[in-house]
């Protein structure tokens, strides 16, 4: 479904949603000079204040989307704790944007080791020695974890820490929305159903 095509219907397949976001995903790749995959990820502390932060899209399937990040990071416990979250992805060069709520699960353990060992080994090492979040004395004692990880790893492959995996997102809803004239935007909200497929309602802008 193009951005010419956002029709209201009824109820939709199983994958439509994914196969729109993917139609503007591979679009935003060729337009968007950084990071088409950067996202903002809205969590809820346990006092119900919210959080928000770029991440980056790393994978996505009629399953949801997924990221990677530190369980003992602040978004990470802020997650854990409640298993819900929100996306929103901002095209700005094809004035779109994509909004996403829904439920969280825990990538499997193999899903999380083959995208652990596809980073760079920089990123692996780094993933050990940050202490994500949590209060940073000074730039050399970063700087410090960094070189006592390279030495304990500087043979063989780099493990994934336990509290490092991914996220996934299933989302309940998803939104496009089109940048229109005069600001008579499409919004288009695919909503999940009891049965694993979607309804669709356009809203106004």
Not at 12 to 31: C, I, N, Q, V, Y
Not at 139 to 156: C, M, N, Q, W
Request: hydrophobic share 35%; with cysteine; proline share 5%.
């Amino acid at each position: 479904m193009t951005q010419n095509e956002l029709k209201n219907t009824q109820t939709t397949e199983r994958d439509e949603p994914f196969r729109m976001f993917g139609e503007w995903l591979k679009e935003a790749e060729r337009s968007e000079p950084n990071d088409p995959n950067a996202v903002a990820l809205a969590t809820v502390d346990p006092d119900g204040m919210p959080n928000v932060r770029m991440v980056l899209l790393k994978g996505y399937d009629n399953r949801g989307f997924v990221f990677y990040t530190n369980f003992e990071s602040t978004k990470g416990v802020e997650i854990l704790s409640s298993m819900k979250a929100a996306m929103c992805f901002h095209w700005k060069s094809l004035r779109r944007q994509v909004r996403i709520r829904g439920s969280v699960e825990k990538v499997s353990n193999e899903e999380a080791d083959a995208y652990f060992a596809s980073r760079p080994r920089g990123s692996r090492i780094g993933a050990w020695a940050s202490k994500q979040s949590r209060t940073l004395e000074s730039r050399y004692a970063l700087e410090k974890a960094v070189a006592g990880y390279t030495a304990k790893f500087s043979v063989g492959e780099i493990p994934r820490p336990d509290y490092w995996s991914g996220l996934r997102i299933k989302p309940m809803s998803i939104e496009f929305w089109q940048d229109k004239q005069f600001r008579l935007h499409d919004r288009l909200v695919f909503s999940a159903t009891d049965d694993g497929r979607w309804t669709t309602t356009r809203l106004y802008p």
